[in-house]
């Protein structure tokens, strides 16, 4: 009756093992480190840069414990803070501006755990001290300069076909043209159709009421013509969801010049991000970093120069009025010093499809001053290379180099020669990531220090520890042996939940910890259920194997019931919940699956071992002598 198979109790000790060996690295803590890696993400690291960086610690006798060695990055595992502070300075000094060095932490985890991919939970802001910004994306200035974009295009078309128009402007509800007639009207129309499918067309002949009747309906007199070009809610919706992406490349290009090894920046909600900076402390200037913006210029490739001056540049002597770039296959262009165009005069840049060769290209849309100066340059410069630089912290990557083919007018300019869908996405974010696609404002602003963290650490572990130990305590004292058997069952449960959170590299911050308290006195519910059923049926008179028995089965369904509610407020909390809910939500749910493991599947099998192989038993422990008469 109160038995399990062999391979079910082999079933729960694995589980119960593997537990055990993946929540121990958090047992052995993290050790200060230095990360090296280069400026332009991606790019990997030289072993000679890993071979000069030793030295460097070497010859200023900071030992180092441990090397971690990947394709774009080194991490030198140290023996104190003061080694770790004072390696970052000679580093950052000795390697130069084209490497990073950041503030990190390894694990201490013996080389047989980290071989299992057993690894420590990561620890939040609020434990590891830090800089926490929460900001807010203004999307009605990503429409606005949208808009605006698209009026100076569709104005650059009209001029161009000599079709007449009285004016044109943006309203609230999308782009209002007036026209001298009817015929004028429709050629517009078609005109704009062909030039760019993102748009949807409202007519309203001879509107004599206010604009805002163009949304419902038509006024027919004979003094007006107008066309309301609008763009469609899907060109509307890509907008503002690459303008949310380009911040975030913008802010992840900013940020990796603070030094900051494992930043989170993330989109939170429609409209917000998220940023924070472990090891920060100095607020300024990780404002003024984030704040910052990138340069791009636009230039014109000396195609003239013969490879002997080329060759001349590269070992130094570079013409005058002239300046030696890479591209980004390494190849060294000539370019003009003359800046054609700067980010300031580009608008947007997106992916996009060439319709007739069916190849990934990047289209940029340039603001009217840029689209004339641009229109002029192509058509005096057929058949020469124009160069796309990007400059960013004193380094200057050319991302193209395509050839002009014809004059480009309008404003419009596409970038062909991408190979797939992936890398025209990138390129776009890369030509944008000079800049932010929308202004942002901080309205949220924490700054937690290295020793408060430690000590939200300590309180945080000791409150989860007394608690746990109270409610050992009041369990053996009350059920005697079963108290017993629920606290090993509470122990592996708490085990369980550690093991989870650092299988899945979850961040643990302060509410994270307040849940795992929680889940401590709230698991063992479960088995206060399971006992008392039990006794209920003794004092009815089952036996005890019976009762047993009826005990866990009669429970289960009570058990099960609180348990899906409580894990659903949980889900809610995770689906609608921001920073510290959401990180209480995980380790909430992830207790309530592993409380309900333990409490009934673990506790059960105690219980078996125990009690399952006899075959007469005159009383139960569990806080009360029952005696059966036989």
Known sequence: MNHYSRWKNSVILIIILLGFFFALPNIFGESPALQVMPIKSGDKIDPIIMSQAENILKENNIATTGLVAEDTYIKFKLSSNEDQLLGKTLLEEKLGPNFIVALNLLPNSPKWLESIGAQPMYLGLDLRGGVHFLMQVDLTKVESKESSSRLSEIRTNLRENNIRYSSIEIQEDGIIINFPNEKDLKIAKNLITQKNTDF????????????????????????SYILKVSLSEKN??????????????????RINELGVAEPIIQQQGENRIVVQLPGVQDTAKAKDIIGRTALLEMRLVDGDAPQSQIDEAIN???????????????????????????????NNAGPGVDNQTGQSI?????????????????????????AILLIEKNSTEIITAPVI???????????????????????SLLLRAGSLAAPMEIIEERTVGPSMGKENIERGVQSTLWGFVAVIILISVYYMLFGIFSSIALSINLVLLIALLSTLQATLTLPGIAAMALTVGMAIDSN????????????NGNTPQASIHIG??????????????????????????????????????????????????????????????????????IGEIYKVNN
């Open 405 to 427: 083919k014809s004059e480009i007018g309008g404003g419009r300019v596409q970038i062909t020669g991408m190979k797939n869908a992936q890398e025209a996405t990138d390129v």
């Open 236 to 253: 509307k919706e890509d907008t503002v969801s690459f303008a949310i992406k380009q911040n975030l490349e913008t802010l992840n290009n």
């Open 528 to 539: 206060v259920l399971i006992n008392e059923r039990i006794r209920d049926e003794i004092r």
């Open 200 to 223: 949807e067309f409202s007519k309203r002949l001879n509107l004599s009421s206010q604009l805002d009747d163009l949304k419902t309906k038509e006024i027919i007199d004979d003094s």
């Open 362 to 386: 990047v289209s940029l849309t340039l603001d009217s001053k840029g689209a004339n100066i641009f229109k002029k340059v192509t058509r005096d410069n057929i058949g020469k290379r124009i």
């Open 316 to 346: 130094g002597k570079v013409p005058l009025n002239r300046d030696l770039f890479y591209d980004r296959n390494e190849n060294p262009l000539l370019l003009k010093k003359d800046i054609i165009l700067t980010g300031e005069n580009i």
């Open 552 to 621: 866990y089965e009669k429970a289960w369904g009570t058990i099960l019931d609180s348990n899906i509610t409580t894990l659903i407020a949980g889900l809610a909390l995770f689906m609608f919940g921001t920073g510290p809910i959401k990180g209480f939500a995980v380790v909430h749910v992830l207790g309530i699956l592993t409380s309900m493991f333990s409490a009934i599947i673990v506790s059960r099998a105690l219980v078996n071992i125990y009690y399952g192989s006899k075959r007469k038993i005159e009383k139960l422990n």
